[in-house]
């Protein structure tokens, strides 16, 4: 893109281009957007993204953002303490509340390990898991990582941290969606299906 | 998408959700890759979002977005300044620079007329463009607005306030693109070719 004819324009076109999946044909658009638009909605989104930055607190047990010094999920006496659920970030423990399945609490780490993009295990929420798993008071930790070799390397690495705690460790059941043919599923999640096949009367009741 | 888990959060993803193009998924994206990153660059974001809004200018004459009051091309000496090219924003001053065949002025509408979205002639730069042309030093003005409904809209009003000045009034040729073949083309801009051709000297020799 050719360069623009204010540099008032390039900085802001730069700095949104910053942001993940926005090109600088996009960013440019959103500028001509804010521009178009009342003043007080770009003081409203430059208000938003300072006080994000700069006001944002986390869980001191879960590590989810909150508003708060412990999240709602982590304060409700009705959710079981005893199991945990481990998840990347925020939108993970959003879609595992949509299913209404999990009654325990999260465990957040921020984040999976990832060397590509210099992300280590101290990065994470790692030492503060071991902790709260070394407390004694949680007999089930349920990972829900995604399903790469970023993902697959977290599960190991924590694993080999909490192995000595006598506890159940599981991870998320892999397999064929529900609704999805069998003929374009792909291999492995095909045969990991297989391979961790359900008792039938599990599903049937449910 | 479920409620989240943070006021601070959920406004920030609402302000990114206001952007065209933006979703609520895409806005909570965004947002978290703002609290993983450095607080510098939501700092940055959020300055440049600001200043934009606040210490814009556009150019006094072609009302392109500038730093000073007279754009860089309507500073130019070596610009033709009896040939305007009427454009809808920054973006096609750019892609017409891009082709290097212009060398007259600019006239920057800032929009185009549009019902639908509450854009009437009072809210675009057309008076300036009256006055400008009535002045007498231009010979001719281009119209290069898009070959929308609105753009004919735009195209229309403007020519019918220009019209009892002595000059030229042209539109940029529409036809089918260079590259293309004839039989992807759709029919208005294949018809329009065929009554708009081009004698066959005129292309021979550019």
């Known amino acids: 893109m050719a360069e623009l004819s204010s540099k008032l324009l390039e900085q802001a076109v730069g700095q949104f281009a910053k942001l993940p999946g926005i090109g600088r044909r996009t960013a440019l658009r959103l500028c001509l957007h804010l521009l178009k638009s009342e003043k007080d909605e770009s003081r409203q989104l430059s208000d938003a993204i300072v006080r994000l930055a700069e006001e944002i607190q986390y869980c001191q047990h879960c590590h989810n953002i909150s508003d708060t010094d412990i999240s709602q999920i982590c304060a409700d006496p009705r959710r079981e303490k005893d199991i945990l659920c481990v998840v990347e970030d925020v939108r993970d423990v959003m ?79 892999r397999g064929v969606a529900v609704g999805d043919d069998l003929e374009f599923a792909d291999e492995i999640t095909l045969g990991r299906s297989i391979l961790n096949r359900t008792p039938f009367e599990t599903i049937l009741y449910r």
């Open 95 to 173: 879609a595992v509340e949509n299913t209404s399945q999990f009654r325990g609490k999260y465990h957040v780490l921020g984040g999976i390990i990832s060397p590509i993009e210099g992300i280590g295990p101290n990065d994470l929420s790692i030492a503060s898991l071991v902790e709260r798993v070394e407390s004694g008071t949680v007999h089930e930790v349920i990972m829900a990582l995604p399903a790469t070799i970023e993902g697959d390397t977290t599960n190991y690495y924590i694993y080999k941290k909490i192995k000595h705690v006598d506890l159940l460790i599981t991870t998320i059941a």
